[in-house]
């Protein structure tokens, strides 16, 4: 159920100062879009919130805004950030439920939803991962039946098979019988590679679906693919405030499979 208005949201939110001169929604739209690209996720949502209040009927600007939020709150990596970090993904989730609000038919604010549930249940136990798997696989089922070659939501949906399937029988047997999670059924690692293949075709620059779906690849034993992704990670630019950390997770798993015989 969906209950809270985001007109409520602002004081959850880190304020950043923004330069006293007013803006107009539409400077203020330019100045997020080109902090955004400079990879200053925090400096961006400020004007994406700002955009927003001078014109609450802007989904661009709330799937904007949850779009910088999520990239702010992926990079606290520390264990004790973990709770800051998930009411973070909590608030771009609410932002991204108001923009499926205003426009049913935009697959933005589907993908935005869908990878902020997806980002706060990798945090979770396996109970908690299955409450949140049906949503997360909905919402990016539903931006691709609205746009077919998003990749982003092709590597939310490859990431959920691939979850899925890791998880114990044990728990995927608790989440059938008591928690209605017949759903995962569907789950598969063919499903997991074709999607995550599909993500890396629509956008081959981008260093995380190439992590992902050596990751996926390694839990199949197939190695020699494994590498060839994981080498392309190591020698493909920045482009995402995660990069540096994925580039880290690369070289390490390289260097293991390397050494594996």
């Known amino acids: 159920m969906r209950l809270v208005s985001v007109s409520v949201l602002p004081a959850v939110v880190t304020v950043l100062a923004i330069p006293a001169?007013?803006?107009?929604?539409?400077?203020?739209?330019?100045?997020?879009?080109?902090?955004?690209?400079?990879?200053?996720?925090?400096?961006?949502?400020?004007?994406f919130r700002a955009a927003y209040f001078a014109n609450p009927e802007s989904y661009e600007a709330l799937w904007k805004f949850a779009r910088s939020q999520i990239d702010v709150a992926k990079q606290l990596k520390d264990s004790n950030d973990r709770e800051k970090s998930?009411?973070?993904?909590?608030?771009?989730?609410?932002?991204?439920?108001?923009?499926?609000?205003?426009?049913?038919?935009?697959?933005?604010?589907?993908?935005?939803?869908?990878?902020?549930?997806?980002r706060v249940s990798r945090s979770k136990g396996g109970k908690e991962r299955v409450q949140y798997g049906r949503e997360i696989y909905d919402e990016s089922a539903r931006a691709l039946e609205l746009d077919p070659n998003h990749p982003g939501a092709h590597h939310i949906l490859g990431a959920w098979h691939a979850e899925i399937r890791r998880l114990s029988g044990v728990t995927r047997f608790v989440a059938k019988t008591l928690l209605g999670g017949g759903f995962m059924e569907m789950a598969s690692w063919d499903s997991a590679v074709v999607h995550l293949e599909r993500s890396i075709e629509l956008e081959?620059?981008?260093?995380?679906?190439?992590?992902?779906?050596?990751?996926?690849?390694?839990?199949?034993?197939?190695?020699?693919?494994?590498?060839?992704?994981?080498?392309?990670?190591?020698?493909?630019?920045?482009?995402?405030?995660?990069?540096?950390?994925?580039?880290?997770?690369?070289?390490?798993?390289?260097?293991?499979l390397r050494n594996r015989n």
């Open 21 to 47: 001169t007013a803006q107009t929604y539409d400077e203020h739209m330019a100045s997020g879009d080109s902090l955004y690209e400079a990879m200053k996720p925090a400096e961006s949502l400020e004007h």
């Open 204 to 256: 081959p620059d981008y260093i995380f679906h190439r992590l992902e779906l050596a990751q996926v690849l390694v839990d199949l034993g197939r190695y020699e693919e494994a590498q060839e992704q994981l080498g392309q990670v190591v020698r493909l630019p920045v482009t995402d405030v995660d990069d540096p950390v994925h580039k880290e997770t690369a070289a390490v798993l390289l260097e293991q």
């Open 86 to 118: 998930d009411s973070l993904y909590w608030v771009a989730r609410l932002y991204a439920d108001q923009a499926v609000r205003l426009d049913s038919l935009g697959a933005e604010g589907h993908f935005m939803l869908a990878n902020a549930l997806g």
